[in-house]
């Protein structure tokens, strides 16, 4: 009731999602990411309360996504490779600054988790099925978000527990592996 358009959890949608759908998200070497500047560009009138101001920048997004439909499956496909650490991680890690992290720590954040994935991938396998499905449902929701609104860190974020969690089983199940011992020569048989 205090704002004049609906708002269900932030005002800030708006905003996102034209700092995702712009020009410089759509075309060159920033495909994919997120430019602020984009967000800040439209002149919001003065008497805007923030759901307004939110609701114009939502819809600009959106024209601008419908005017480019045919760039939105490039678009999706630099969002995924972006929000999973494997494409153009310079530029994600070059803005850790501007959010007060330092980028000698962003760069230890992106090899700490690709270092986590294979025993994240081996961990998995064993997990039951049934706890595996619901563990892989979190990635799942924060790559449609991320591909849908904006390759953002912060949508990973709850997806890198299911990484932490399957690696610590996977890492757990190696340590608990019945040591192999190398076979006597008595024990090899000649062929």
């Known amino acids: 009731s205090r704002f004049e358009e609906r708002v269900l959890i ?21 495909i994919g990411s997120y430019d602020i500047a984009c967000a800040l560009a439209p002149t919001i009138p003065p008497e805007f309360d923030s759901s307004q101001a939110s609701k114009l920048r939502s819809d600009l997004a959106i024209d601008y996504a419908r005017d480019h439909v045919g760039r939105l499956p490039l678009v999706a496909g630099a969002r995924l490779a972006r929000l999973w650490l494997v494409f153009d991680v310079g530029h994600e890690v070059a803005g850790g600054p501007g959010e007060g992290r330092p980028e000698a720590a962003m760069w230890f ?14 961990g998995l396998t064993r ?64 062929v």
């Open 109 to 122: 954040g992106v090899a700490q988790c690709w270092l986590l994935v294979p025993f994240a991938v081996y």
């Open 127 to 190: 997990i039951a099925r049934r706890d595996r499905w619901f563990l892989l449902a979190v990635p799942a929701i924060s790559t449609i978000a991320g591909v849908l609104i904006a390759a953002y860190w912060r949508i990973r974020v709850p997806a890198d527990l299911t990484l932490l969690i399957a690696a610590a089983v996977g890492l757990d199940a190696l340590a608990r592996r019945p040591e192999r011992t190398v076979p006597q020569a008595s024990e090899i048989v000649a």
């Open 10 to 30: 932030s005002a800030n949608d708006g905003f996102t999602l034209l700092g995702a759908n712009c020009p410089t998200t759509y075309f060159g070497d920033r």
